[in-house]
C-alpha cells in the first residue's frame, strides 16, 4: 500500500468520527470508549535487529551467485563476430548489474532494519524519507536482452 493511500485512509477515519481501535495505542480497558493513549507501547528492538541481521545475510548469498555468474562468463572472449555470444555479454552485463543493486539493496535495507532495532525513536516522516530514497535509489532496471534490434 503506498504511503499516501495509507494516509488517506487514516483522514478518512478520523472523519467519521469516533474511532473504537487505533493502531498508535494499546486498547483502553473499557472498550466502549477509545481513552487517552496510555505510552505504554512497546516494541520488541530485537526483533528488529535480527530482520536486519537476516536481510544483510541474504547478500552473502547475492554475492556468491554474482562470483558464480562472472566465472562462467570466463573465457567468452571477443564477441564482434558472432551475434549469440554478443547476446550473451549483453545479458551477463544486465544481470551483473541487477545482482549488484539487489545486494546493495539488501545492504541498505538490512542496516535500516537493523537501526530501527537500536533507535527507535525516529518520527514516521524520517522513516518513510529513508525508504523513499532506498525505492528511488533501488528502481527496478529496464528488461533488456531478448527483444529484437536493428540488423
Not at 116 to 124: C, I, Q, R, T, W
Request: with cysteine; aromatic share 4%; charged share 30%.
Amino acid at each position: 500500500m503506498a504511503w499516501d493511500e495509507w494516509e488517506q485512509l487514516k483522514a478518512d477515519a478520523s472523519a467519521h468520527g469516533t474511532v473504537h481501535m487505533q493502531l498508535n495505542r494499546a486498547p483502553s480497558e473499557d472498550r466502549a470508549s477509545a481513552g487517552p493513549a496510555s505510552g505504554d507501547l512497546k516494541t520488541n528492538k530485537r526483533a528488529w535487529v535480527k530482520a536486519g541481521e537476516g536481510v544483510l545475510g541474504l547478500k552473502d548469498g547475492v554475492g556468491k551467485a554474482l562470483t558464480k555468474l562472472t566465472e562462467g562468463q570466463t573465457g567468452l572472449g571477443d564477441t564482434g563476430g558472432c551475434r549469440s555470444a554478443a547476446a550473451q555479454k549483453e545479458l551477463y552485463d544486465s544481470w551483473k548489474k541487477y545482482v549488484g543493486d539487489v545486494s546493495g539493496r539488501c545492504d541498505t535495507l538490512g542496516g535500516l532494519l537493523q537501526k530501527a532495532g537500536h533507535d527507535l525513536s525516529k518520527s514516521e516522516q524520517e522513516v518513510k524519507a529513508e525508504l523513499d530514497r532506498l525505492a528511488v535509489r533501488y528502481r527496478d532496471t529496464e528488461a533488456v536482452g531478448g527483444q529484437a534490434k536493428e540488423r
